[in-house]
T-cell receptor, first 117, second 114 residues
């Protein structure tokens, strides 16, 4: 079974500052992937970043980076230089690569980020 | 990344009726997924739709309530049958990029049942 835990229901950050959104996970799968999605109030799910469990380096995509600490089973999202448009719900998710029931994408409960001007 | 469209984007339906949601992808994909997001909640997988075979439903979801079609590698439909107010949710289709495990979502269908 897979489990994603996001312990921050809400976070506030000042515009132009960096913010870290926490995510911890649990899985029995030796190979897996970790995802972060952004969901603005419109409801669409926007893919932000992906980290494979065997990737040697932390994933980065523009202002987004994933702080992957395998031993701690954490996959925190770091957003640098926050913008007002970053205000949204953020979901951490994972999927096992070995097939079976772990192959489906499992989501955390989400963190609502508010960027203040 | 795959470009995914959904129709309708939103709808308001009467209790007891059915709504069919369409999902179109701009490239051929093996696996398509349907998710439900109830108000204020996270996403829950309804079923996995593979072309040429019956959809695989998750615990708590049944084919009579959520029939799915997958006639080809770029298209799928989800029907929400005999709707009740509890079915009011955002329904999202999703596809996997088979090359690198990334998974993308359509814009969603916001359903309200009155």
């Amino acid at each position: 079974a897979q489990k994603i835990t996001q312990t921050q229901p809400g976070m506030f950050v000042q515009e132009k500052e960096a913010v870290t959104l926490d995510c911890t996970y649990d899985t029995s799968d030796p190979s897996y992937g970790l995802f972060w999605y952004k969901q603005p109030s419109s409801g669409e799910m926007i893919f932000l970043i992906y980290q494979g469990s065997y990737d040697q380096q932390n994933a980065t995509e523009g202002r987004y980076s994933l702080n992957f600490q395998k031993a701690r089973k954490s996959a925190n999202l770091v957003i640098s230089a926050s913008q007002l448009g970053d205000s949204a719900m953020y979901f951490c998710a994972m999927r096992g690569h070995s097939g079976g029931s772990n192959y489906k994408l499992t989501f955390g409960k989400g963190t609502l980020l508010t960027v203040n001007p | 990344s795959a470009v995914i469209s959904q129709k309708p984007s939103r709808d308001i339906c009467q209790r007891g009726t059915s709504l069919t949601i369409q999902c179109q992808v701009d490239s051929q994909v093996t696996m398509m997924f349907w998710y439900r997001q109830q108000p204020g909640q996270s996403l829950t997988l309804i079923a996995t739709a593979n072309q040429g075979s019956e959809a695989t439903y998750e615990s708590g979801f049944v084919i009579d309530k959520f029939p799915i079609s997958r006639p080809n590698l770029t298209f799928s439909t989800l029907t929400v049958s005999n709707m009740s107010p509890e079915d009011s949710s955002i329904y999202l289709c999703s596809v996997e990029n088979g090359n690198d495990y990334e998974q993308y979502f359509g814009p969603g269908t916001r359903l309200t049942v009155t």
